[in-house]
């Protein structure tokens, strides 16, 4: 079992900056993939950024990848989500996700067992 937890959402003017955390714990060990997907009301779930946990290659939706960075601190087992220039459409609440069997991939949601609760992100125009 893995848990995660993300944080750091907020309120943020259009072309504004956010960081999301994400923390894992439990069997961390076999996260091989972590993630960060995102839903806004009324829109299907979609994938963001992704990061494979033992060779540190990170995967990104291509139209976020100028603007989104995920990172990984594997001595706290954090995750992040670096997001600039943020523009009202990035609104929602984005999740953290553990893939502990699977290849990793930014886009199979299928593929991640373990999700976080979310954290809202707003960005006003």
């Known amino acids: 079992q893995v848990h995660v937890a993300e944080s750091g959402g907020g309120t943020v003017q259009n072309g504004g900056s956010l960081r999301l955390s994400c923390a894992a714990s439990?069997?961390?060990?076999?996260?091989?993939?972590m993630g960060w997907f995102r839903q806004a009301p009324g829109k299907e779930r979609e994938g963001v950024a992704s990061i494979d946990t033992g060779s540190g290659s990170t995967f990104y939706d291509d139209s976020l990848k100028d603007r989104f960075t995920i990172s990984l601190d594997a001595t706290k087992n954090m995750v992040y989500l670096q997001m600039n220039a943020l523009t009202p459409e990035d609104s929602g609440t984005y999740y953290c996700?553990?893939?502990?069997?699977?290849?990793?991939?930014?886009?199979?949601?299928?593929?991640?067992?373990?999700w976080g609760r979310g954290t809202q992100v707003t960005v006003s125009s």
């Open positions: 996700a553990a893939n502990t069997h699977y290849m990793c991939t930014w886009y199979r949601a299928a593929d991640f067992e373990y």
């Open positions: 439990g069997n961390t060990g076999s996260s091989d993939c």
